[in-house]
């Protein structure tokens, strides 16, 4: 009878060995938390990191390929050096029979674009392969590297993944602006600013990177680098009041502005025009 208490008595305290305390529970949650919020935060930085690689490795080094093109044929990308008209592709335009350079250009039909293959998704502008110069052999020709791009013959796309893990690819092409189209800067009619770096494919958080490190704070209407389609300060009231948020964000999915926030989605991309020195 004894040695059966004696039994029991070590299985009741067996059982209540059994199973975590409050405590071990909270522990564990709180290292599960840790973890996933350094994952969060890791991809976070790493994505990060990959914005500014393509600030660096890719649309500085276009713009420095620009700036040596200029200097060694002192003319601007598909310029005539006979007739200049500090235009990119001027030397078409010319051909088209636009006006000369340096009158009033607010009313004149620009050139088309300069890339190479063919013009970026999103743009405003066209690029015709068999009419226009191809931004590859313009550089090649000049002896100008170029960045390495996405691949050899591909120097002028870069691919990336979007925020949901979707490859996106930026193209950069280039081509003239011409002024505002009235005098009042409320009612003004085109982008502006002259001969610029055209950049497709990017998704509206990697626009906003950018123009925070090219301007300091991401408005999509001012500074060199803005929104293709948003005119300079119109419409404002007052005219020199405060810019513009960039409007799409990476919950949208691509095509759309639908908010919809599915993380299967690929995402948004916005067009973006970035002013040259030349």
């Known amino acids: 009878m004894t040695t059966s208490l004696k039994h029991r ?27 996933i919020g350094a994952v969060a935060i890791g ?40 007739q200049p008209q500090n235009m990119v592709n001027g030397e078409r335009y010319l051909a088209g029979g636009g006006v000369r350079s340096g009158r009033d250009m607010t009313g004149v039909t620009p050139p088309n674009a300069i890339c190479r293959g063919a013009a970026g998704q999103g743009m405003a502008r066209t690029f015709d392969p068999a009419a226009d110069p191809n931004l590859r052999d313009l550089m090649t020709r000049t002896g100008i590297r170029m960045p390495p791009g996405r691949a050899e013959g591909l120097e002028d796309r870069y691919v990336y993944l979007d925020s949901n893990g979707n490859p996106q690819e930026v193209q950069v092409c280039f081509q003239w602006n011409p002024p505002l189209g009235d005098a009042s800067a409320a009612n003004a009619v085109g982008d502006g600013m002259g001969n610029v770096m055209v950049i497709t494919g990017l998704t509206p958080d990697l626009a906003r990177a950018l123009d925070q490190m ?9 500074g060199r680098f803005r929104r293709q389609g948003v005119l300079n300060n119109a419409g404002g009231n007052p005219v020199n009041g405060p810019g513009q948020e960039w409007q799409a964000t990476n919950r949208d999915q691509i095509g759309t502005n639908n908010d919809r926030n599915l993380d299967e989605d690929q995402v948004a991309i916005v067009t973006a025009i970035y002013r040259m020195n030349q």
Request: charged fraction near 25%.
């Open 214 to 222: 090219i301007d300091g704070k991401p408005d999509e209407r001012e």
């Open 43 to 82: 991809k976070d930085v790493q994505r990060n990191a990959e914005y500014t690689k393509i600030k660096n490795k890719f649309i500085d080094q276009w713009e420095q390929a620009y700036n040596q093109y200029y200097q060694r044929t002192g003319v601007v990308l598909g310029d005539s050096q006979t």
């Open 9 to 35: 008595g070590r299985f009741h305290g067996a059982s209540r060995q059994v199973g975590f305390t409050l405590v071990e529970l909270a522990v564990v949650l709180a290292v599960i938390g840790l973890i």
